[in-house]
């Protein structure tokens, strides 16, 4: 899988641990965001580069970062088919691909550690929509999806 990751200027470093272990892991990575420590990326920046990369399809999952995660979160989710959330446990990173068929995971430099940050992004890269649901549940979460879609078409009209 081919995977976009994006950061701003205070998660660098974060940026660079999650995406070497995903590497490891054998994921292809596009980086559209930060290139170097000594950049000024900004949030907003970061998020629209990736956001634009998962749109296109040329990517079909993306990792974007900030300080708190919140900031680009906001940003990427303006753009059509484009659905991220932003996490602070395994846990929900995993479940957000499971459940929620997210596409973007958002995470802040100052509130999850690099190792956390690359663990959350192994889960969340290998979790796969409704694998494993029964079917009543996996019907319940296709409705839902369905139900974000329709709103999304609304408010893009």
């Known amino acids: 899988m081919k ?12 940026k660079e641990a999650v995406k070497k272990r995903i590497q490891a892991a054998g994921y292809e990575v596009l980086d559209v965001g ?8 900004l949030y907003f920046e970061a998020a629209q580069n990736l956001a634009k990369v998962i749109q296109s399809g040329e990517c079909e999952k993306g990792i ?7 900031g680009v979160s906001m940003i ?21 691909s499971l459940i929620n068929n997210a596409n973007v995971l958002a995470m802040g430099a ?3 550690s690099w190792d956390m ?4 992004a192994e889960k969340f890269l290998a979790g796969k929509w409704c694998d494993g649901f ?16 329709s709103i999304e078409e609304e ?3």
Not at 34 to 41: G, L
Not at 79 to 90: D, K, L, Q
């Open 3 to 14: 995977v976009a990751i994006a950061c701003e200027a205070s998660s660098f470093l974060l």
């Open 34 to 41: 930060q290139q170097t420590e000594n950049e000024n990326v």
């Open 64 to 70: 974007v970062i900030c300080g708190t995660g919140a």
């Open 76 to 96: 990427v989710n303006k753009f059509r088919g484009v659905y991220c959330v932003a996490c602070e446990s395994v846990f929900t990173a995993e479940k957000i």
């Open 110 to 112: 100052r509130v999850v």
């Open 117 to 120: 940050g690359g663990e959350m």
């Open 134 to 149: 029964e079917t009543q549940r996996r019907l319940n979460n296709e409705k839902g999806y369905q139900v974000l879609k």
């Open 155 to 157: 408010s893009f009209r």
